[in-house]
């Protein structure tokens, strides 16, 4: 007698954590053989076996990862630790006992939470960038004047990066917030900027080059994060 049946749901792990998978819910008490077959999407496909009249565990292909949760005589369910993009993919338990042959397939789905960063540049465009996350995160502001603009990068990898620009308002009261939402966050993150924070002033268009002078105030303590990455040095001019 074989029995098998597709899981109803996928199991979802956070890259880098533990992902356990289970086997069809049988008795063990005549247990013969049980077999992991795991076909990934990417990669070779590998198994994981254990003979109970042997005592004995075979690995077919399968990284040191992947290994049983506790002992496979009581339960033989699947732990991968930790997990890596690559291990998405199918996950197959089948179980021999004296009563018959019993499956359970199930698919992991693993997640990776994007970098989160907030910029704005000398055109006075504020930028929400969450970079590298599976699935794509979704970006939305508190405030603003609804003009937003959206782009994607799909990498090889399967992960993708969001670009979310705003105009900077000009009022001297006003705030942006930037509301980053993913699967593999537990709740929504915030990056705020107020009008304290930045400001630009002093804007000139000479005729003929296009060339402007901006200047650039930023609170201090701020400053490291807002500036990260562009090179600005105190005191905090810059000449556009």
Not at 15 to 29: E, F, H, I, K, Y
Not at 80 to 85: E, M, Q, T, Y
Not at 147 to 155: Q, Y
Not at 200 to 227: D, H, K, P, R
Request: include cysteine.
């Amino acid at each position: 007698i074989t029995r098998c049946s597709i899981s109803d749901s996928t199991v979802s792990a956070v890259v880098g954590t533990r992902a356990v998978l289970r086997c069809p819910n049988t008795s063990m008490s005549s247990l013969i053989l049980v077999i992991w077959k795991i076909r990934p999407k990417s990669g070779s496909h590998c198994s994981l076996a254990y003979r109970a009249d042997a005592s004995k565990t075979d690995r077919t292909n399968c990284n040191e990862r992947m290994t049983w949760e506790s002992n496979p005589d009581h339960d033989p369910a699947l732990q991968i630790h930790p997990v890596r993009l690559a291990d998405e993919g199918n996950y197959t338990c089948e179980i021999a006992t004296g009563d018959g042959t019993f499956c359970l397939a199930s698919a992991l789905i693993v997640l990776v939470p994007p970098v989160v960063t907030l910029t704005h540049d000398s055109n006075g465009i504020i930028v929400c960038q969450a970079s590298a996350g599976k699935p794509v995160a979704e970006i939305s502001w508190a405030q603003g004047n609804g003009h937003s603009t959206e782009n994607k990068t799909h990498h090889i990898n399967g992960t993708v990066t969001i670009l979310s620009s705003m105009p900077m308002i000009k009022s001297t009261n006003a705030h942006l917030t930037c509301l980053v939402t993913h699967p593999a966050m537990n709740q929504t993150q915030t990056i705020e900027l107020s009008s304290s924070e930045y400001h630009f002033s002093n804007w000139f268009l000479l005729s003929g080059n296009a060339m402007y002078i901006c200047t650039l105030s930023v609170q201090t303590s701020l400053l490291n994060f807002i500036l990260a990455g562009t090179g600005f040095i105190y005191p905090v001019i810059v000449l556009c």
